[in-house]
């Protein structure tokens, strides 16, 4: 989602909302599969195994597909908190909490 923010601008929620449903296609086709699978002679287990080579397969290929648009940002020194500034915030989400 990310990297696809990265590459739309004027229809970024449009691309944002064709990736989020491939999430929902997954869940229709994968129990699908695994219904097929199991029910035919595979077994449990090559079923299994099955499904998650379909899934390993297809994060291989996103991987090898994804890639930034924007360098990620330059860290400066004055950005980063010292511990004088971070140790009373913890100190008081610690003392919320407990």
């Known amino acids: 989602m990310a990297i696809i923010s990265h590459y739309f601008v004027k229809r970024r929620a ?6 989020a449903s ?3 296609l997954g869940a ?4 699908i599969m695994l219904n097929n699978t199991l029910g035919g002679s595979l077994g449990f287990g090559n079923a299994v195994r099955a499904s998650a ?7 291989f290929i996103a991987c090898l597909l ?18 004088k ?3 009373p915030r913890w100190a008081f989400i610690a ?4």
């Open 53 to 59: 080579s379909l899934v390993s397969g297809l994060l």
């Open 85 to 87: 500034k971070v140790l």
């Open 28 to 31: 229709v086709i994968h129990p």
């Open 14 to 19: 449009l691309a944002m909302t064709i990736a």
């Open 95 to 98: 003392a919320a909490l407990g």
């Open 22 to 24: 491939g999430s929902s």
């Open 66 to 83: 994804m890639r930034t648009r924007l360098p990620p940002p330059k860290q400066k020194s004055e950005l980063r908190k010292s511990l």
